[in-house]
């Protein structure tokens, strides 16, 4: 993310692109509407909705059977990213730092057996084996958005469920402010683990109430299959509301502490990334504007960048998190 790619990099809106985001759906589902004639359209997107709920699966992993979650967010009307971009464009730096080398790189993560450790501040601390971990609580879909704080989106199926059933289970002594996620460093299998581009390994965190928040999903997989190791297998967790690196990767230990945790990209550039991280599009970057994005798969010339929207979205799921909090101090 300190390497920035023009392609990646903020790019002047221009006039057709200030036209509000809702004005512009709204016009293209007239335009859809008037198209295809009538009541035949609420029928087609109907069929629609139906087939983003029931995506096929790619077919290349080990399925990952999930229910439709209920969990107000979870589902969206936005076309889901295809699962070639989701699985070849990726930010996974222990496996290189270009977009394309964690799919290059990551065949050589193991991923079992594995193991997630839980300690500190909690009365029942203890070692999961990934089965266990899978098993925990029931296996829901949920499509969320992924913005990088470098200026491009995903819309992905996941498959996981919220954290905070495996917070419960562990049951927070009164002390525990904070949740950090530590991720596997394997200098064998992980070639840049061996490089000084960040400090391993690398560490997340989270408020205990943003942890505790029902979208925050523990995540084991992605399009009804297991995580490709790309995108952070065997867990990960998927924070929608933040910047793409808050969720972390390949976790290895979920421990509960009184202090705000000190996390990767907060140590290697502290006034670029802050530990809260919320999407944003009126706090920019101190090197570029928040204000646009780019979605994976609408690439090429004449591609319009969209509205980056407050909290990438989920302002009314997560908003009441940081009421009165300055989101400009607190970034
Ligand atoms: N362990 C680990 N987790 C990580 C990263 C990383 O480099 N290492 N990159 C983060 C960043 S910057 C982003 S944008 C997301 C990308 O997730 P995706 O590849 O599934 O889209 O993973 C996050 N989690
Ligand atoms: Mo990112």
Redesign the pocket.
């Known amino acids: ?1 300190l390497i920035r790619t023009g392609r990646d990099g903020y790019e002047h809106p221009i006039a057709s692109e200030i036209t509000s985001r809702a004005v512009y759906e709204e016009r293209r589902r007239m335009l859809q509407w008037l198209a295809m004639g009538g009541a035949g359209v609420a029928l087609a997107s109907w069929a629609g909705r139906q087939a983003l709920a029931q995506a096929p699966r790619p077919g290349k992993l080990a399925p990952l059977n999930a229910v439709k979650s209920t969990v107000a967010g979870a589902a969206t009307m936005e076309k889901v990213t295809e699962y070639k971009d ?2 070849s ?6 496996f290189g730092t270009d977009k394309a080398d ?1 799919a290059q790189n990551a065949h050589t993560l193991k991923t079992s057996p594995w193991t997630v450790e839980v300690d500190g501040l909690v009365k029942k601390p203890g070692k999961y084996g990934i089965e266990d971990l899978v098993k925990l609580s029931a296996q829901e879909e949920r499509i969320y958005r ?5 200026g ?1 989106s ?1 819309v ?1 199926p996941w498959v996981g469920y919220s954290l905070a059933n495996l917070i419960n289970k562990v049951e927070p002594l009164g002390n525990a402010k904070y949740v950090e996620f530590l ?2 460093a394997d200098p064998k299998t992980m070639p840049f683990v061996g490089s000084r581009v ?1 400090d391993w ?2 560490a ?1 965190g989270l408020r205990m109430d943003e942890a505790m928040h029902p979208l925050t999903l523990l995540t084991f997989g ?1 399009y009804g299959e297991v995580l490709p190791n ?3 297998a065997p867990v ?1 967790v ?1 924070v929608p509301w933040k ?9 290895v230990k979920i421990r509960f502490v009184e202090k705000q945790p000190g996390t ?2 907060n140590k290697a550039a502290s006034n670029e990334y802050g530990f809260y991280s919320n999407v944003n599009p009126n706090v920019d970057h101190p090197r570029w504007s928040q204000a646009t994005e780019r979605r994976i798969g609408e690439d090429g010339l004449f591609a319009k960048k969209r509205k980056t929207l407050m909290f990438n979205g989920y302002e009314a799921q997560v908003g009441q998190l940081y009421a009165g909090m300055d989101l400009k101090k607190n970034y």
């Open positions: 993310m989701a699985t464009y990726n930010n996974y730096y222990e964690p992924l913005r990088c704080v470098e491009w995903m992905i991720t596997l960040l390994p690398y997340e992605m790309q995108n952070g990960r998927v910047y793409g690196f808050k969720s972390a990767k390949s976790i990767a990209w």
